[in-house]
């Protein structure tokens, strides 16, 4: 048994923050259908990277334990299979654009009377009012509209957009949050709900402490590379063979470091907002101390003295790291295609229920036969419709 065992999910979602969240849903034991066009399908099935025979790892990542089903929206058939299947649905995941799924006959009110119970999650860039409620985005123009880029990069240089999909990952969390509180709250009151999810709402929602900068002092604030603006330090400092170490300390951390790195550090730099207000000279003295040293020594050694510090991994090293293994983050499924196939799993660790089984993404129209079936479909219908093209 997982904790999402008999939760069914319909995910008319594509590319990242809607199925992300779903296969968190999937790996948790919910039973998600994932819903395409015939013929092409989710378009980040040929998105790159890809694996050798071009299967798309973009779409692996997040796209496991699904079912496919193959529905042309656009026929009145394939609107009227949609509808029977959304009636059975606990959570239903769209992010078409505002007025996308009404103009399909699948709009909230429309699947609402057919399903009050239904917790219906509505992704869009930019939530279904507002002056901007029409607009097309992506992560990094999110990333660029909420202030994240703004915010990234060294002071001296141009702003960057964050490492991974930042926004589209962040909103994908918030979708998976939206679903679990919706059919929690229908637990107590019986009553499903329409969830209204603007990516540039999560964006904004995390510009939490850079926000408070600016209403508690009116300073609005700046890209400060890896240093925080207010503790010092916190910040990656290189050591020797061009490798780097992050530092992030506080006052009681303070004698430790200094010890460590053998310096005849003035009284003054002790109070971290004397450290913050002559930021420059303590950085100058840290860096030059801390240059000759080797990285892994030196993490060990802060490590020991109870100093907060970690080497800067690249991807492979901290895929291969022996914590990251023993916990169980770099899994597998089995790929009809490949065999074997190396994923991230999902963290958390729920006792008492069944560990996660990873399981393949699904090729496309996989599951259309089954799924159709059980809505009562017999063979022959199910022929006319793929006949017409309606479902494949």
């Not at 069914?8 to 994932?34: C, H, N, Y």
């Not at 219906?120 to 123009?141: A, E, L, M, W």
């Not at 006052?251 to 200094?258: S, T």
């Not at 790195?261 to 030059?288: F, G, H, I, T, Y």
Request: with cysteine.
């Amino acid at each position: 048994m997982k904790p999402l065992d008999g939760i069914k999910v319909v995910d008319f979602s594509r590319v990242l923050a809607g199925p992300m969240a779903t296969q968190i849903m999937a790996d948790q034991g919910a039973e998600v259908i994932k819903v395409e066009r015939p013929g092409t399908g989710d378009e980040s099935r040929s998105f790159e990277p890809a694996f050798e025979g071009g299967q798309s790892a973009y779409f692996c990542a997040f796209n496991r334990g699904k079912k496919s089903v193959a529905i042309d929206l656009r026929s009145e058939e394939g609107r009227e299979i949609a509808l029977d299947l959304v009636a059975e649905a606990d959570v239903i995941v769209e992010n078409f654009l505002p007025g996308g799924m009404d103009k399909l006959g699948l709009g909230y009110e429309t699947v609402s009377a057919r399903n009050p119970g239904v917790v219906y999650i509505s992704n869009t860039g930019f939530g279904q009012t507002g002056p901007y409620k029409d607009r097309k985005g992506y992560d990094t123009v999110f990333q660029a509209l909420s202030g994240v880029i703004d915010l990234t990069g060294h002071p001296d240089g141009p702003p960057a957009k964050v490492g991974v999909p930042f926004a589209d990952m962040t909103s994908g969390l918030w979708i998976m949050i939206a679903a679990m509180t919706g059919l929690v709250g229908r637990g107590t009151s019986g009553r499903g709900c329409h969830v209204d999810l603007a990516m540039m709402d999560v964006q904004v929602s995390l510009l939490s402490l850079p926000a408070m900068w600016w209403f508690a002092q009116g300073r609005k604030p700046t890209r400060t590379g890896t240093e925080h603006l207010g503790r010092v330090p916190s910040a990656a400092f290189e050591c020797r063979d061009n490798e780097w170490i992050f530092i992030s300390a506080s006052d009681q951390h303070w004698p430790a470091i200094c010890d460590v790195l053998e310096l005849d550090a003035p009284e003054w730099m002790e109070k971290n907002a004397l450290r913050v207000e002559r930021r420059e000279e303590v950085m100058a003295m840290l860096r030059a101390a801390i240059l000759p040293h080797a990285r892994a020594e030196l993490a060990d050694t802060l490590r020991a003295a109870g100093v907060p510090a970690g080497e800067v991994n690249t991807v492979p090293e901290i895929l291969g790291d022996p914590h990251t293994r023993f916990r169980g983050m770099v899994a597998g499924f089995d790929d009809p295609d490949r065999g074997e196939t190396q994923c991230l799993a999902t963290p958390g660790r729920f006792s008492g229920y069944d560990p996660i089984e990873f399981l393949a993404p699904p090729k496309l129209g996989a599951d259309t036969d089954a799924v159709l079936r059980s809505l009562g479909v017999d063979g022959t219908r199910l022929k006319a419709l793929k006949d017409k093209g309606v479902v494949a």
